[in-house]
């Protein structure tokens, strides 16, 4: 076998550390899906606990919110701490997939149903849409 200057052998790349990669990266999103996150909207009134899965454990309503005569309020008030809960387990799964965000994973994503940066395929041909035609 030869030395690849990129670091590959045999097209596989380092599949070791990749696995290794992998494997940190779903520890590191278990973790966060066990953490809980509180989401609140209209300075606090409202709030939201969510598991880092995105499970809705328990909404909060502070006694002045409630207006019978305004319930289109609270709705909304609800929505917007489930939304601001939600961006932040967004987030966490995010950070705990950074160690695979940004990697090329070449055939191998590909194999994988197109994961990683440049990957995309029109479904109808097989093809990247924004590849440059190949030339005669």
């Not at 709030?47 to 709705?75: C, F, K, N």
């Not at 799964?93 to 695979?100: D, I, P, S, T, V």
Request: hydrophobic fraction near 40%; proline fraction near 6%; charged fraction near 20%.
């Amino acid at each position: 076998m030869t030395d690849d200057p990129s670091g590959r052998h045999g097209g596989l790349g380092d599949l070791g550390g990749l696995l290794e990669s992998a494997q940190e990266a779903l520890a590191a999103q278990a973790q966060a899906a066990e953490e809980v996150v509180v989401g609140s909207a209209g300075g606090g009134v409202v709030t939201v606990e969510m598991a880092g899965t995105g499970e809705v454990r328990s909404i909060t309503l502070a006694p002045e919110v409630v207006d019978p005569d305004d319930i289109e309020m609270l709705q909304d008030l609800i929505v917007a701490a489930i939304h601001d809960a939600g961006r932040q387990v967004t987030a966490r799964q995010r950070e705990a997939l950074g160690a695979l965000g940004g990697l090329d994973l070449g055939g191998l994503g590909e194999m994988l149903g197109g994961l990683g940066p440049g990957t995309a395929t029109d479904p109808g041909t097989g093809t990247d849409p924004g590849a440059e035609p190949d030339q005669p």
